[in-house]
């Protein structure tokens, strides 16, 4: 049965809610959205729960009317309110996204015990009012089709690996000097040779082995497929990003995809504490120090990880960087990972080029008009 939405305050103009800015926090399922009122005290005006529906996203735009200055913020849940957002922000709202750690904290510290949607919604909005720096939502651009397409390589590069394994015991019990070479199973003219060989033998052992040498090939031709798309998007979209010393394609299509707007991040700091690469101050008595970083986007950890492994193979600035570092009585693993930092700021530099010479393309679809 679907739920009707109610409102338990009565949302009629109230001269106090027109004198400051009045903060709304949403909290998000998949089938309702509860949307909670506060002042500048944290205390509750009104709420209101509507379905999940483009109906109910245009009845939550025809309430929030009633508020001169608003701000929302939601719960960090992009899997459930990305439509959602997308419609208050075409709408012309500002919205920030909360995280569900800090929502958690401010549920609580409250006095009113419980967990419910109206409490967790409310606990949004005072994280909002508490915590000026929160994210700020943002209508999707080329950059997620980047992100979309470099998840899904990486699952069917792990798919592929899962059926190659399992290919590689079958082909050893077929014939133990049927040899494969390594990384064999991701080039077609490999599975050509083994789909002919297997196409001659008989047993039930060699045909499941020759289904998988054909979803190798299925997987392997999307994979390729993928990544000449991938190469045409990052090319347009972030040229400075690939001229970075070892960032190729699919390493800047990572970054890219993760980072998401680097305009969003206020310096080079803040986007390496975003990516792992900054280390956690320590305070020991008067004496401070700094540990490993094991947080932060892995991703994007990773690509920079690798592009410093790469540099340091290959010569060149980044090689001479890690040996002056050695020469400075740091370890292998330290001399890396300042390596990794330098190469951090190189990539929002980058970055920011990229996005500062980037036309902005205007949103293709429009919120309906409210009843």
Not at 164 to 180: G, M, Q, S, T
Not at 208 to 233: G, P, Y
Not at 240 to 253: F, H, K, M, Q
Not at 319 to 343: M, P
Request: some cysteine; charged content about 30%.
């Amino acid at each position: 049965m679907r739920r009707a939405p109610t409102e338990s305050d009565d949302t009629s103009s109230d001269s106090r809610w027109r004198l400051s800015v009045i903060v709304v926090g949403i909290d998000s399922r998949k089938k309702t959205h509860t949307l909670v009122a506060v002042d500048q005290v944290g205390q509750r005006l009104t709420q209101l729960t509507v379905d999940a529906t483009a109906k109910g996203h245009r009845q939550v735009c025809v309430w929030l009317r009633q508020f001169e200055q608003v701000k929302l913020a939601i719960e960090d849940c992009r899997h459930l309110t990305r439509r959602f957002e997308a419609d208050l922000l075409l709408a012309g709202h500002a919205v920030v996204r909360v995280h569900t750690r800090l929502m958690a904290g401010a549920r609580r510290s409250a006095r009113e015990r419980g967990k419910s949607d109206p409490i967790d919604a409310k606990a949004v909005a005072r994280v909002a009012l508490r915590e000026p720096d929160l994210p700020k939502a943002e209508l999707d651009g080329p950059t997620r089709e980047v992100k979309l397409r470099s998840d899904h390589r990486r699952t069917l590069v792990r798919q592929r690996t899962a059926i190659a394994n399992k290919l590689r015991w079958f082909l050893h019990e077929i014939d133990p000097e049927l040899a494969v070479p390594s990384r064999g199973l991701r080039r077609l003219c490999v599975l050509d040779t083994l789909e002919a060989e297997l196409a001659a033998r008989q047993g039930v052992v060699a045909e499941i082995a020759l289904d998988l040498v054909q979803d190798c090939r299925r997987l392997t031709k999307r994979i390729n497929a993928i990544e000449v798309q991938l190469r045409n998007l990052v090319r347009e979209l972030a040229p400075s990003l690939l001229a970075v010393p070892s960032c190729g394609v699919l390493s800047a299509a990572m970054i890219l995809g993760e980072t998401a707007g680097a305009t969003r991040f206020k310096s080079k700091d803040a986007f390496a504490r975003f990516n792992g690469t900054a280390p956690i101050p320590v305070w020991s008595s008067n004496t401070v120090r700094v540990r490993l970083n094991r947080g932060g986007n892995r991703t994007i950890n990773n690509a920079l990880h690798m592009a410093a492994v790469t540099q340091v193979r290959r010569g060149g600035p980044g090689a001479a960087y890690y040996v002056k570092q050695l020469a400075a009585c740091k370890t292998v693993k330290e001399a890396l990972r300042l390596l990794r930092r330098r190469i951090s700021d190189r990539v929002f530099r980058a970055l920011l080029a990229d996005e500062a010479t980037r036309v902005p393309q205007q949103p293709i679809r429009v919120l309906p008009q409210a009843a």
